[in-house]
């Protein structure tokens, strides 16, 4: 499979190319491996990946605990006034 047509990720739209694309992506992977989401860029894929794991970790009562977790923030030093 060398192209693969627009792809949508609202519920209940595809098309065969990503339907095809995701079967041979399962059916290659692990066996624990039911699906395949597809994403359009970086962004995307990067906020789809927070939001899975939010639902994952919601799922496992872990929520809570994650939630506004940050770093710890650093010790930052005030620079010099210069006159």
């Known amino acids: 499979m060398k192209t693969l047509a627009y792809y949508s990720n609202y519920v209940g739209y595809s098309n065969i190319p990503a339907v095809e694309l995701a079967t041979k992506i ?3 992977s692990y066996s ?3 699906a395949v989401y597809f994403t359009c860029g970086g962004a995307e894929a990067n906020e789809s990946a927070f939001k899975t794991a939010a639902l994952l970790l919601e799922g496992e ?3 809570e605990q994650g939630q506004g977790h940050r770093p710890p923030e650093r010790a930052t030093t005030a620079s010099p006034s210069r006159r």
Do not use: E, F
């Open 61 to 63: 009562g872990q929520a």
């Open 32 to 34: 624990n491996m039911a």
């Open 26 to 28: 399962v059916s290659l």
